[in-house]
């Protein structure tokens, strides 16, 4: 059964930098798409980017558009997502999921069909 893991997180303060993974073990990535989410205590988990199964397609929520960017090595069976000048307001566990969509050229951050969610790993920002 899919099952991803996340991993990067961390405590830095408004403006730093992170680097969130998300693998798959025994499993090849290469034919989902993978979308990062995000949920913060007591809000509902929000759709943060996603990368279709080809590569050629993001997506990007507008809270986090051009500071967040969503890439996959196919080689290493790995997803990242690059987070700069973080917020606040971007404090939250971070979690990535699969959807089956093989040689797509387009993904969406919608929840429901995504499958294989992680446990999360905590991006704390704060002063």
């Known amino acids: 059964q899919l099952q991803l893991v996340e991993s990067g997180g961390g405590l830095v303060q408004p403006g730093g930098s992170l680097r969130l993974s998300c693998a798959a073990p025994?499993?090849?990535?290469?034919?989902?798409?993978i979308g990062w989410f995000r949920q913060a205590p007591g809000k509902e988990r929000e759709g943060v980017s996603c990368?279709?199964?080809?590569?050629?397609?993001?997506n990007y929520a507008d809270s986090v558009k051009g500071r967040f960017t969503i890439s996959r090595d196919n080689v290493k069976n790995t997803v990242y997502l690059q987070l700069n000048s973080l917020k606040p307001e971007d404090t939250a566990v971070y979690y990535c999921?699969?959807?089956?969509?093989?040689?797509?050229?387009?993904?969406?951050?919608?929840?429901?069909?995504?499958?294989?969610w992680g446990q999360g790993t905590q991006v704390t920002v704060v002063s």
């Open positions: 999921a699969a959807d089956w969509r093989p040689y797509r050229d387009s993904c969406a951050l919608t929840i429901g069909t995504y499958n294989g």
């Open positions: 990368i279709s199964s080809t590569g050629i397609a993001t």
């Open positions: 025994g499993f090849t990535l290469d034919y989902y798409d």
